[in-house]
């Protein structure tokens, strides 16, 4: 005799709106609350609130299918289209930059899970959220840690089927907490979640070797190269006069050329602070501090001297067209250097004008230029 099993569901209904609610963490009275004014025609609160209660008594089922968005995708507990399966994923993995601009850069343990409190107080994000937000990060650093064969933001997208501007920004949020990047000194303090994920995106592309491994690290040859330019250049005043001449040059002929005579003056110091930042790759301790050494000993010597973003572009772009041209060089080394120095001054262009921010203004007036 045949076995039979029979199953059978209903449609799952998700009301978007409530969805939204019960990612910001409002529990169902805060939910209730919020949406009652919209509800027309108006409905008795016990009845808006029983509906509430069924919304996210459905969502509370999900929550742990969620946590494993590949088995979410391929289950039949709860009929939904893949196209609504991949949307309650989608949103379930998105933040609040707010929230990671105060996680990123930690440690993602314990013990700043237990400090979620002062990220709550702080950006007034409910702490079911915050938590939810870790506790999503943490899942997809520890996922992707171990994996091998597809680049980090492949991986994200497969293991947990974001979409891929959001596998992106995770990738660059796990990128900088990997190399525990600090972006917590005041000098950083002017700076939103957006700039920083953004030179995480930059130092991944220029910076980071061609690697089997998921988690990208800085590039050791790289780093090697540029202190061997540090030596050539920085130690033979023939290369250094040479290469300022081509700049200033370059620069006077530009359609709206910016003030030379400062950057020129201390235009050893500038390009010694740029190399400076390229040789700390090489060593974690170094990269933690980063960001704070671009503000400080790039960004603000441009400020000092008043140039604007598009002066820094063409100072950048100059340095990246006049190497090849420096006659100073013997052809072996600017053949031997040229990519490395195009991988260095391309990543800084773009991180320092990104960062390119007035910090607190009385600090940045007694701060040394040639320090």
Request: hydrophobic share 35%.
């Amino acid at each position: 005799m045949s076995e039979w099993m029979v199953t059978t569901s209903s449609a799952v209904v998700l009301d978007e709106s409530i969805l939204q609610l019960w990612l910001l963490g409002h529990n169902v009275d805060q939910a209730t609350q919020l949406r009652m004014p919209s509800i027309q025609p108006p409905v008795p609160g016990r009845v808006l609130k029983s509906y509430i209660t069924s919304q996210y008594r459905t969502y509370e089922l999900m929550h742990h299918y969620l946590h494993h968005p590949r088995h979410f995708a391929g289950q039949f507990m709860f009929p939904l289209s893949q196209s609504a399966k991949q949307h309650l994923i989608e949103r379930y993995y998105s933040f609040d930059e707010s929230v990671i601009r105060e996680i990123l850069g930690k440690k993602l343990n314990s013990r700043t899970r237990k400090d979620l409190d002062e990220v709550h107080e702080k950006t007034g994000v409910k702490l079911p959220s915050c938590r939810r937000q870790f506790d999503n990060l943490k899942r997809i650093m520890k996922k992707v840690e171990d994996a091998e064969g597809r680049t980090l933001v492949q991986d994200i997208e497969h293991q947990f089927l974001l979409p891929h501007e959001l596998a992106r920004q995770y990738a660059h949020i796990l990128f900088i907490a990997d190399n525990k990047m600090d972006t917590f000194r005041k000098r950083l303090s002017c700076y939103q979640f957006s700039d920083f994920e953004y030179c995480g995106a930059v130092f991944m592309q220029y910076w980071t070797a061609s690697t089997t491994d998921t988690l990208p690290e800085f590039d050791p040859h790289l780093a090697q190269d540029v202190r061997d330019l540090k030596s050539l250049m920085l130690n033979d005043r023939a290369v250094l006069d040479e290469l300022r001449n081509r700049i200033s040059n370059n620069l006077s002929q530009s359609a709206h050329p910016p003030v030379l005579e400062r950057i020129q003056s201390n235009f050893k110091v500038v390009l010694r602070n740029m190399l400076s930042v390229g040789c700390m790759i090489s060593q974690q301790k170094e990269v933690r501090n980063i960001f704070v050494e671009i503000a400080d000993k790039l960004v603000d010597a441009f400020l000092q001297v008043g140039w604007s973003p598009v002066d820094m572009e063409l100072f950048y772009n100059s340095l990246i067209t006049e190497f090849g041209n420096t006659s100073s060089l013997t052809n072996r080394y600017r053949e031997r250097y040229n990519t490395s120095w195009i991988r260095l001054v391309t990543g800084i262009k773009l991180a320092s004008i990104r960062l390119y921010r007035q910090p607190n203004t009385q600090s940045l007036l007694t701060r040394s230029f040639t320090r």
